[in-house]
Nanobody, 125 residues
Framework: QVQLVESGGGLEQPGGSLRLSCAAS????????IGWFRQAPGKEREGVSCVSMGDGSTYYADSVKGRFTASRDNAKNTVYLHMNSLKPEDTAVYYCATLPAALVELCGPDWVRDWGQGTQVTVSS
C-alpha cells in the first residue's frame, strides 16, 4: 500500500521560507516522479513542482520558478520542497503525490496516481 506523508507546513510571514517534506513508502520510486500540488480556497488544484526520482529532472510552475526548489533523497524515499520568498498567494494546502516519471514535465493533477493527506501553508503578516 502506497503511503505519502507530508510535513513542514505552517504559518510564515511574506518573504520567509518553509521546507516541506514528503516521505514515500510502498512502491519502487525509480519509475515515478513525486509532485507537489497546491489548492487554495475556491481554486483548482495545481501542480507546483515535480521531480523524477530516477534521473532527477524537475518541473516548476512559472509562479514559483526562482523561489521554490525541489530536491530528493532516494535513500530516504523523501522529496523536499524548499520554499523561499514566500508570498501571500502561496497560501494553500500543499499535497505531495506520485505520477509516472515520464510525465514529470506535465506535472498535472490528472496524472496523479497517489495523493498524500496535505499540509497547510499560510503566508501572512
Amino acid at each position: 500500500q502506497v503511503q505519502l506523508v507530508e510535513s513542514g507546513g505552517g504559518l510564515e510571514q511574506p518573504g520567509g521560507s518553509l521546507r516541506l517534506s514528503c516521505a514515500a513508502s510502498g512502491l519502487t520510486l525509480d519509475a515515478y516522479a513525486i509532485g507537489w500540488f497546491r489548492q487554495a480556497p475556491g481554486k483548482e488544484r495545481e501542480g507546483v513542482s515535480c521531480v523524477s526520482m530516477g534521473d532527477g529532472s524537475t518541473y516548476y510552475a512559472d509562479s514559483v520558478k526562482g523561489r521554490f526548489t525541489a530536491s530528493r533523497d532516494n535513500a530516504k524515499n523523501t522529496v523536499y520542497l524548499h520554499m523561499n520568498s514566500l508570498k501571500p498567494e502561496d497560501t494553500a494546502v500543499y499535497y505531495c503525490a506520485t505520477l509516472p516519471a515520464a510525465l514529470v514535465e506535465l506535472c498535472g493533477p490528472d496524472w496523479v496516481r497517489d495523493w498524500g493527506q496535505g499540509t497547510q501553508v499560510t503566508v501572512s503578516s
